[in-house]
């Protein structure tokens, strides 16, 4: 089993930058598993934002993130963390970490262990 906790939304202005973290915990360690950030606004399906495989591939971006978002780890804190820059009104949402064994996915329904999110509202 994996828990995964986020930490680190808020309000903040277009253009401002902001750090997601992404706690883990669990029967095994983080370098076991792939972690993806995912964000949902209502009414719409959660997407992908990134993810790091157990391996270190890629790692993975959504099309939107346009060089804007970095993902790491590190294994030895049990964190993930998704560095944001140059945001956007559009970037706002609830983004979650979550969790899957060792390959990463690009959907949603591929990842078995959610955290419950942290709210990212980017408005001036």
């Known amino acids: 089993q994996l828990q995964l906790e986020e930490s680190g939304g808020g309000l903040v202005q277009p253009g401002d930058s902001l750090t997601l973290s992404c706690v883990t915990s669990?029967?095994?360690?983080?370098?076991?598993?792939?972690i993806g950030w995912f964000r949902q606004v209502p009414g719409a399906a959660r997407e992908l934002v990134s993810c790091i495989s157990a391996t270190d591939d890629g790692p993975f971006y959504g099309d939107f993130v346009k060089g804007r978002f970095t993902t790491s780890r590190d294994n030895a804190k049990n964190t993930v963390w998704l560095q944001m820059s140059e945001l956007k009104a559009e970037d706002t949402g609830t983004y979650y970490c979550a969790g899957t064994h060792g390959v990463c996915y690009s959907k949603d329904e591929d990842f078995r262990y959610w955290g419950q999110g942290t709210s990212v509202t980017v408005s001036s």
């Open positions: 669990g029967s095994y360690s983080l370098h076991y598993w792939a």
